[in-house]
């Protein structure tokens, strides 16, 4: 999640929230059915789709992203990483479009951000738009945590790549870029 542009919407998706916090079961799951795999003797095949396949290899790149989560210097659940995600989208959104992005009520959602502001992570003001409203703004160290964050998730990323064929990784990457062009969705706007 680089600092690109992401498709307007903010629905963040709840199977990706699911799939970050449980990261380290999935990655465990795949070790296992590949283990299953060898001792029947079909090495590299599965019972099952291509998504059950997808979602099983997909668990590696989980388990990088939330070893970089956990790894912060400030540690934060996944809920309170997606909250800041979702401010760094669509800065100065309103503490109710927040609760929408997250599918949560909005008491949990200003139970959420006040562990935010109190964590130096995130900044309430009067919304520029309506001064009922409350605005969100990330601050320095907000910004700050996640750009570390991605610096650690691309360097574990990296060890990992170097390890692979070039065309084992070209392959991926025109898989990945396929995916995201057809899914004409971000990691943000899955549920929409």
């Known amino acids: 999640m680089a600092t690109t542009s992401v498709p307007s919407g903010r629905r963040l998706s ?23 795999a060898r001792r029947s003797g079909v090495a590299g095949e ?3 789709s291509d998504a059950e396949a997808v979602d099983e290899a997909a668990a590696s790149l989980f388990a990088i992203f939330e070893a970089a989560r956990e790894q912060g210097h400030t540690r934060l659940s996944s809920s309170q990483l997606q909250a800041l995600l979702a401010v760094e989208q669509d ?33 309430r003001g009067v919304s520029a738009v309506d001064r009922r409203e409350v605005s969100l703004t990330l601050t320095r160290s907000g910004r700050d945590l996640l750009a570390n964050l991605r610096a650690d998730r691309r360097e574990r990323l990296d060890r990992v790549l170097r390890h692979m064929a070039p065309a084992a990784r070209a392959a991926l990457l025109r898989g990945l870029r396929e995916f995201a062009r057809v899914s004409g969705k971000s990691a943000l706007d899955l549920t929409a």
């Open 14 to 36: 709840r199977s990706v929230a699911s799939a970050q916090s449980a990261a380290v079961e999935a990655s465990s799951h795949a070790s296992g059915s590949a283990r299953s």
């Open 91 to 123: 800065e100065g959104l309103n503490l109710g479009a927040l609760a929408d992005t997250m599918g949560m009520i909005l008491s949990s959602a200003s139970r959420l951000c006040d562990r935010l502001v109190a964590a130096g992570m995130l900044e």
């Open 46 to 48: 599965r019972d099952g």
